[in-house]
């Protein structure tokens, strides 16, 4: 509430709430994206197990060895993508503390620093298409 200085008295006025109904609207989709995040992440392993069980299995009852077999494939791949990829690679490329698709950009052509136009534009085309991918 403000207060409106009229003659002596002050009155309570009513401000407008936008600021209520962004930041109710801001965490709904924050959510809604969440949502979409996890929910992928959380369903994709599922299909992948259904599809390879069913490949292993040949048509027959899925064995404790195929499960446990598709199981472990899933858990090891998972695991390996991770930390491979994502600990070893990425987190070690950053441009002077600064991370994301242009950043890994900055350092592919500073790595080439005698590379032909044609290279160079190649690169910047490629940064630039991966920046529009998020």
């Not at 698709?101 to 592919?108: E, I, K, N, T, Y």
Request: proline share 2%; glycine share 12%; with cysteine.
């Amino acid at each position: 509430m403000a207060l409106t200085n009229a003659g002596n008295e002050a009155e309570p006025v009513e401000q407008s709430s936008h600021s209520e109904v962004e930041q109710h609207s801001t965490k709904a989709l924050m959510l809604g994206a969440l949502g979409v995040v996890y929910g992928d992440i959380g369903t994709s392993p599922i299909y992948a197990f259904r599809e390879a069980l069913h490949a292993s299995a040949g048509g027959n009852v899925a064995s404790r060895g195929d499960i446990l077999g598709v199981l472990s494939l899933i858990i090891w791949s998972l695991t390996i993508t991770v930390t491979i990829k994502y600990i070893m690679f990425v987190l070690r490329a950053d441009n002077r503390g600064e991370g994301g698709v242009l950043s890994l950009m900055a350092l592919a052509r500073n790595s080439f620093p005698t590379c032909s136009a044609v290279i160079l534009g190649i690169g910047i085309g490629i940064g630039i298409v991966g920046a529009a991918l998020f």
